[in-house]
């Protein structure tokens, strides 16, 4: 009996993104090409571009997921309790984005903060990492950790900015500062949180 369309076209994309996800896994985004995923994948390009439109429109599908991985493990970790806590708590999202420019680039393109391309899982990430963030900082303030000064949802959208910058920094060839994310955002957390 012969699969059902819509069983056999889930399967195709499943193994599309199965072949992508390996080779980002060894060779890094920038190395994926959409010529390497059809041939290992054994589809024609004209299937690959009817589930994905183009490799971006890939890579958002994998970023997405993967980032929306590192969300469910620092909500299910116990709350930070301090600035240092939080830039620990965010050093593997920051060292996964900073593995690859092409990561950085894509999850601001289509976060819909930077232009007009938006992908809906990369930008629920977004929202979800400010409330997240607004739900430490409001826990903090109330224990007399945090500046109580300033409403957590403001705090939280300028620590996503400071994520944002020091990893455009960490991009910059011309800047000397080579420190792992983590690191080198925590002195703009603590200027920006604590009073």
């Given at each position: ?16 993104l ?76 920051l ?8 990561i ?9 903060t ?82």
């Amino acid at each position: 009996m012969p699969r059902a369309p819509q069983k056999r076209r889930l399967e195709t994309r499943a193994k599309l993104l199965s072949v992508a996800e390996e080779i980002i896994d060894t060779q890094g985004c920038s190395a994926l090409r959409v010529e390497d995923v059809v041939e290992k994948a054994g589809v024609a390009k004209g299937t690959f571009f009817s589930h994905f439109g183009d490799k971006d429109g890939l890579l958002t599908v994998i970023l997405g997921a993967r980032v929306m991985g590192f969300l469910e493990e620092m909500e299910a970790a116990p709350r930070p309790q301090s600035p240092a806590e939080i830039a620990d708590r965010l050093a593997p999202l920051l060292n996964f984005v900073a593995q690859d420019r092409v990561i950085f680039d894509l999850l601001l393109r289509y976060s819909g903060t930077t232009g007009a391309e938006v992908d809906e899982v990369i930008t629920q990430g977004f929202i979800r990492q400010i409330t997240m963030f607004a739900g430490w900082i409001n826990a903090l303030q109330a224990e007399g950790t945090l500046r109580a000064d300033t409403d957590p949802a403001l705090l939280a959208e300028g620590v996503q900015a400071f994520l944002n910058h020091v990893l455009a920094i960490g991009f910059c060839m011309e800047h000397a500062d080579k420190r792992p994310p983590a690191e080198a955002i925590l002195p703009y957390l603590e200027r920006w949180l604590v009073r």
